[in-house]
Nanobody, 115 residues
Framework: QVQFVESGGGLVQPGGSLRLSCAASGNIFRVLVMGWYRQAPGKQRELVASITVGGSTNYDDSVKGRFAISRDNAKNTVYLQMNSLKPEDTAVYYC?????????WGQGTQVTVSS
């Protein structure tokens, strides 16, 4: 299985920005769609952004226009640039493959948006 290590979370004020990173083990990363998920307290994990091998992106309506997903296949890494953050973006953020079961969930990175 492919393992992921997420980083870059933290505490930020509303309107602020953060950039998350996710490093994947194994080169299979380079041929699969990648996604960023989040799980808020008491809620189910949800997919917020995804990117194909060729760079096509898709976003949940709740983050469209504020978040940007990108990937560096040479580094087996996917990024999530988060701008104009809102308190409702507070969650643990994870990465994984939306279209494959090869990925093993990592520990995630906590994002807290609060004044």
């Amino acid at each position: 299985q492919v393992q992921f290590v997420e980083s870059g979370g933290g505490l930020v004020q509303p309107g602020g920005s953060l950039r998350l990173s996710c490093a994947a083990s194994g080169n299979i990363f380079r041929v699969l769609v990648m996604g960023w998920y989040r799980q808020a307290p008491g809620k189910q994990r949800e997919l917020v952004a995804s990117i194909t091998v060729g760079g096509s992106t898709n976003y949940d309506d709740s983050v469209k226009g504020r978040f940007a997903i990108s990937r560096d296949n040479a580094k087996n890494t996917v990024y999530l640039q988060m701008n104009s953050l809102k308190p409702e973006d507070t969650a643990v953020y994870y990465c994984n493959f939306p279209t494959s079961t090869l990925g093993r969930w990592g520990q995630g990175t906590q994002v807290t948006v609060s004044s």
